[in-house]
């Protein structure tokens, strides 16, 4: 029961948890178990990822691409591979690639996902 799950993330998401508010994230992005708000989801993964949760900031770049500020998605993806993700960096490796990303911005993801996983 989906509504179940997002009144327990709240509750767990008061206590801290920063998994509650990247679910609450999640339920708010695909309207699972609550009406669909954007604004919400995203205010969700907003506080997971200044509290360090990877996908969070992840998913903050792809709501940046969807508005187009692509130079706001880098710098998500950005902290998001130097903290090991390596989704993040193949995203800014797809955005080098269509010219969205300079080569310095991939080499520095690169650079900081490899030191993050050695």
Known sequence: DMRKAVELWTEAA?????????????AYRLGEGVQKDKAKAIHFYKTAAMQGHVLSRSHLGCFEIEKGDYGRAVKHYLISAKMGYEGALEMIKNMFTEGFATKGQYAEALKGYQNAVE
């Open 14 to 26: 008061e206590l801290g948890s920063i998994g509650a508010l990247f679910n609450l994230g999640n």
